[in-house]
Every structure is written in structure tokens, then in C-alpha cells.
């Protein structure tokens, strides 16, 4: 089936940094991929929808200035996390819709001390 | 928000059908019916989706009432590893850019 692969699968990193996430869809093209964020014992919550070749459309409530999308090609998408802080620790998700449904990377739990 | 609503969590014996009931009243005509299963820190793992008729695969069963406000999932034989959150979502076709929302799901616990 149609996979989509995440890296890193975690990070730590220090207050004030930026991190870089990569989401690629291994054997399929994605157009639109979606970036997701979930905190501990919550669900998911939409951040963001990344447009090959476009600028992402994000949801209200999520800074772009401070989640940077990336969709260059349509294998792959990066969020960017700048300035990173303590709260911005959560597992962030990315996921394609490919012609027989939507499939999710494995995730990123991302750390700030 | 989420055009879903599920119970909370649910308990089922190893080995029995698993039942996961999902109601989505405000489905509009061209939306699908998703279900996804989470553990803990992965990403949400496909299970099955359908439109409007039953679906079968080799990991479950998805019953979709005639009127498409609800459905149910169903495991037939549940192992201790299905213990996840499962979550109902509507979403577009293959392909499309519909945007997932998420719900709170259920946490389906089997126990030996």
C-alpha cells in the first residue's frame, strides 16, 4: 500500500531553535499532504494543509510565521518548527491522500528543552 | 469540529467481535466513512473506509446504515494487540484534498 515516511521519528532540541521535519511519500505522487499535531491523551488537530507548489493553507489558530510548510515537490513536504519552545513539544503527524484513501507518516515527537 | 461522535472507550474479550459504533448524522452525499486505529505515539493506521455499502477486508468489517448517519466497525475476532484508539472520520475520495478532522475516537481496550 501506499506509504508515507517520516523523519526524523523523534528530536530534542533546545529552546530558540529550528527544527525540520520531513514528510515524503515513497512510491506515489501527493499534491496536498496534511500536517497534524497531537498532545498527550489528545487527538489530532489539523495544523495545516501543504499544496505542491503553493503556499499551505493553515488552520486558525496556527501561526505560519512560526510552522513554515514546505511542498516543493510531490514526494515531499517539510514543516519547519522555528524558534522552537517547551511548548511546542507534541507529536507532529503528516499524511497524503493518495487514490485509495489517506495514509499517515509515523510521526515525530518532538522535544524543546 | 468533528463531524463524528463516538463512545468514549469500550472493552472486549480476546478472541470475541468487536463492536465500535460511530454516528456521523450530517454526512452530505459525496463524503466517505474512514476509520483509523492509533497506538500509542504511531501515526493513525488505516483500517477500512466505504461510502454507502458494507466493506470487508482482511482487518475488518464496516456496516453503514441505509441512511448513512452511522456505522459500525467491527473486528470479528479481537487480539490483544488490537487495543488502540479508533477513530470514525468523514472524508473525501481518494485523492482529493478533503481535510481529515479528528475526533476524540475510542479507546478500545481487549482484554485476556
Known amino acids: 500500500g501506499a506509504v508515507v515516511s517520516q523523519h526524523p521519528s523523534w528530536v530534542i532540541c533546545k529552546s530558540g531553535t529550528s527544527v525540520k521535519i520531513e514528510c515524503r511519500s515513497l512510491d506515489f505522487q501527493a499534491t496536498t499532504m496534511f500536517w497534524y499535531r497531537q498532545f498527550p491523551k489528545q487527538s489530532l488537530m489539523l495544523m495545516a494543509t501543504?499544496?505542491?507548489?503553493?503556499?499551505?493553507?493553515?488552520e486558525q489558530g496556527v501561526e505560519k510565521d512560526k510552522f513554515l510548510i514546505n511542498h516543493a515537490s510531490l514526494t515531499l513536504s517539510t514543516l519547519t518548527v522555528t524558534s522552537a519552545h517547551p511548548e511546542d513539544s507534541s507529536f507532529y503527524i503528516c499524511?497524503?491522500?493518495?487514490?485509495?484513501?489517506?495514509?499517515f507518516g509515523s510521526g515525530t515527537r518532538l522535544t524543546v528543552v | 469540529d468533528a463531524k463524528t461522535t463516538q463512545p468514549t472507550s469500550m472493552d472486549c474479550a480476546e478472541g470475541r467481535a468487536a463492536n465500535l459504533p460511530c454516528n456521523h448524522s450530517?454526512?452530505?452525499?459525496?463524503?466517505?466513512v474512514y476509520w483509523y486505529r492509533q497506538i500509542h505515539s504511531q501515526g493513525p493506521q488505516y483500517i477500512i473506509h466505504g461510502l454507502k455499502n458494507n466493506e470487508t477486508n482482511e482487518m475488518a468489517s464496516l456496516i453503514i446504515t441505509e441512511d448513512r448517519k452511522s456505522s459500525t466497525l467491527i473486528l470479528p475476532h479481537a487480539t490483544l494487540r488490537d487495543t488502540a484508539v479508533y477513530y470514525c472520520?468523514?472524508?473525501?475520495?481518494?485523492?482529493?484534498?478533503?481535510?481529515?478532522?479528528f475526533g476524540k475516537g475510542t479507546l478500545l481496550t481487549v482484554n485476556p
Open positions: 501543504s499544496n505542491e507548489g503553493s503556499k499551505a493553507t493553515y
Open positions: 499524511s497524503a491522500n493518495r487514490q485509495d484513501g489517506y495514509t
Open positions: 472520520i468523514v472524508g473525501g475520495s481518494g485523492g482529493s484534498n478533503y481535510k481529515l478532522t
Open positions: 450530517t454526512i452530505s452525499g459525496n463524503e466517505y
